[in-house]
């Protein structure tokens, strides 16, 4: 080995106890001044929320953001689907556990029983419940019959799901009033 190799791994060696010592150090000044546990409001593993974002977006505004992104969702949880948004059922008896179907509105019966308003692909965003079982034991409709209609935030992560805008990875919900 040659001077040039053993100085470079002298820097290495030393950059790495160097970080691993001030890391030591950051852990016992979290440690005190962390909250007791029982404050604790959980979240998802270590992640604590206490209160909603302030901005939050429409179904309209959330089929603009990129995918992969992190936002908060508000929606009314209109029905469930399975495969794709044209499977979709929108009235109880619910089939599918896998997912949400959110819109900005409730979209009322009309005089003809099983008539509805009219609404398009680009009125709906599909939520998927797969990523985490509590989530799908919680919010699915086939269970939870009387989350229909619910004013509901989810915050989580932008994909393409059933062909259209939709989310995936749930990280926190919470129904409004």
């Known amino acids: 080995m040659n001077t040039r190799?053993?100085?470079?791994?002298?820097i290495l060696l030393s950059a790495i106890l160097l970080t691993n010592c001030s890391k030591f150090e950051e852990e016992n000044i979290n440690e005190k001044a962390s909250p007791p546990e029982d404050t604790y409001y959980g979240w998802h593993d270590s992640i604590t929320v206490v209160q909603l974002p302030v901005g939050y977006l429409t179904v309209a505004e959330a089929a603009e953001v990129p995918v992969g992104e992190v936002f908060?969702?508000?929606?009314?949880?209109?029905?469930?689907?399975?495969?794709?948004?044209?499977?979709?059922?929108?009235?109880?008896?619910?089939?599918s556990r896998s997912s949400l179907i959110l819109?900005?509105?409730?979209?009322?019966?009309?005089?003809?029983?099983?008539?509805?308003?009219?609404?398009?692909?680009?009125?709906?965003?599909?939520v998927s419940l797969n990523d985490h079982n509590d989530y799908k034991r919680a919010l699915?409709?086939?269970?939870?019959?009387?989350?229909?209609?619910?004013?509901?935030?989810?915050?989580?992560?932008?994909?393409?799901?059933?062909?259209?805008?939709?989310?995936?990875?749930?990280?926190?919900?919470?129904?409004?009033?």
């Open 140 to 177: 699915n409709l086939v269970d939870n019959p009387g989350h229909w209609h619910r004013l509901i935030y989810i915050i989580g992560i932008k994909a393409r799901y059933m062909g259209v805008p939709g989310m995936k990875n749930i990280l926190y919900y919470e129904f409004g009033e």
């Open 72 to 95: 908060c969702i508000r929606g009314y949880i209109l029905g469930s689907a399975s495969h794709s948004l044209y499977n979709s059922i929108m009235a109880p008896p619910f089939e």
């Open 5 to 10: 190799t053993i100085a470079t791994i002298i």
């Open 103 to 126: 819109a900005d509105r409730i979209f009322k019966a009309g005089d003809t029983p099983g008539e509805y308003d009219p609404f398009y692909e680009d009125d709906l965003f599909p």
